[in-house]
């Protein structure tokens, strides 16, 4: 299973605008498409407030690549697309990531938080991370939330680049969630151990869904 994630550069006057016409799309165009996923607002990370990302998940990058091809002949598609073009400054960008298994199904109600911190890993050490993940997963260390692992195989830092995604109700539930998390006794043993085999910490990303 992979999550794409493309986003969308807005300038800041228009978006208001923007998330009402992705909302819009979610309500007429993806039941015809058979698309599904999640919408947000970046509020901190490389763009604040001007980035709106859509998140999905298709079973391959087949899955996804016909998903796509679905929409040229799409008359629902077509008329949206052509309001949504008078607003989208530059072309899409697209981060493509392999959801580590067990994956789980991250929550797409409006107001919600994401939280996405990322490490970035040399190739040499890929197996004990995957490892390490596996048996943060085994303790099963959920951050009173969801917390969904994922390794990036398109973008900047394919393969190296691994992120945590928790959803919170709000950033103050996820920041007592991280503290209940640091105190229990199992985990400076396995933090010792990813940072052992982690370079660099990455970007911490904070998005809101709508």
């Known amino acids: 299973m992979i999550k794409v994630r ?36 970046m509020l901190h990370g490389r763009v604040q407030q001007s980035l709106l ?32 073009k008078q607003l989208q400054v530059y072309g899409g960008e697209t981060e493509v990531f392999r959801l580590i298994e067990p994956r789980i199904d991250l929550d797409s109600t409006p107001g919600k938080i994401e939280v996405r911190s990322s490490y ?8 004990r991370a995957l490892e390490l993940i596996e ?4 303790m099963n260390w959920q951050l009173k939330e969801a917390v969904q692992d994922e390794v990036m195989i398109l973008g900047s830092g394919a393969q190296s680049r691994f992120v945590f995604a928790s959803m919170s109700d709000s950033l103050t539930a996820y920041d007592q969630g991280i503290s209940s998390l640091v105190v229990r006794e199992d985990f400076p043993a396995w933090w010792r151990a ?4 982690v370079d660099l910490g990455g970007s911490r990303e904070i998005l809101r869904n709508f």
Do not use: F, H
């Open 120 to 127: 970035m890993v040399p190739l040499s050490r890929l197996d």
């Open 135 to 138: 048996q943060d997963q085994r």
């Open 6 to 41: 493309t986003s969308y550069l807005v300038r800041i006057q228009d978006v208001g605008e923007a998330q009402r016409l992705l909302k819009e799309a979610r309500e007429t165009v993806w039941p015809v498409l058979g698309w599904r996923g999640r919408l947000q607002q």
């Open 53 to 84: 990302v859509w998140s999905s998940e298709w079973e391959s990058l087949a899955a996804w690549e016909a998903g796509l091809e679905s929409m040229k002949n799409c008359q629902e598609y077509i008329e949206w697309a052509r309001k949504w």
């Open 194 to 197: 990813w940072t052992e085999v």
